[in-house]
């Protein structure tokens, strides 16, 4: 079977960093994307790991260690605009299926 | 490029009645997705297609059914709504080159069946 777990909701800082954390358990493993969806809006790509080790983007960056089944999205420097949903998916097979966990809801405080 | 687009953007339903949703994109991808997303959780993958011609079930298939006649189409059919099918729909799609990992998300269609 397959399984991704990320915490619910967080809550920061504007200004602050904040890692949000995604373990899964998945077979024909093929990477892993980080997404970003405001309320009501469509999912928009953030981020793709697909070897172990760190991506950086600007103030986005995503960790992947595929030993411990184990990814996280650290953002830095908060702004208000970054309070969203927070979508982990892994990536099955050549047919590039997604399966999504649950999201994290995060809300940048002033 | 319009990129993914989806009609209608919001529809009500009665309990047994069918509809078609629509998805457009001009990306010429292979790669097209349809994903289902209930109130504070994940997107659930309903089916999807790796070229015209050929379509394949995801997590979710009960109640749906698709069609992939040409690379631009990927429609989304219910043929008995049910109150389970309430959800927001999103259709996506992606190229087949390495520069182009990455699913584009349609704007979502809203459903809701009473």
């Not at chain 1, 619910?8 to 093929?30: D, K, L, P, R």
């Not at chain 1, 793709?48 to 960790?63: A, P, Q, T």
Request: with cysteine.
């Amino acid at each position: 079977g397959q399984n991704i777990d990320q915490p619910t909701e967080m809550t920061a800082t504007e200004g602050a960093i904040v890692q949000i954390n995604c373990t899964y358990q998945t077979s024909g493993f093929n990477g892993l994307f980080w997404y970003q969806q405001h309320a009501g809006e469509a999912p928009t790509f953030l981020s793709y790991n697909v070897l172990d080790g760190l991506e950086e983007k600007g103030r986005f960056s995503s960790f992947l260690s595929r030993s411990k089944g184990y990814s996280y999205l650290l953002l830095k420097e908060l702004q208000m605009k970054d309070s969203a949903s927070y979508l982990c998916a892994v990536r099955k097979g050549q047919g590039g299926k997604l399966i999504f966990g649950q999201g994290t809801e995060l809300s940048v405080k002033p | 490029n319009a990129g993914v687009t989806q009609t209608p953007k919001f529809r009500i339903l009665k309990i047994g009645q069918s509809m078609t949703l629509q998805c457009t994109q001009d990306m010429n991808h292979n790669y097209m997705y349809w994903y289902r997303q209930d109130p504070g959780m994940g997107l659930k993958l309903i089916y999807y297609s790796v070229g015209a011609g050929i379509t394949d079930k995801g997590e979710v298939p009960n109640g749906y059914n698709v069609s992939r006649s040409t690379t631009e189409d990927f429609p989304l059919r219910l043929e008995l709504a049910a109150p389970s099918q309430t959800s927001v729909y999103f259709c996506a799609s992606r190229g087949q080159s390495a520069e182009l990992e990455t699913q584009y998300f349609g704007p979502g269609t809203r459903l809701l069946v009473l």
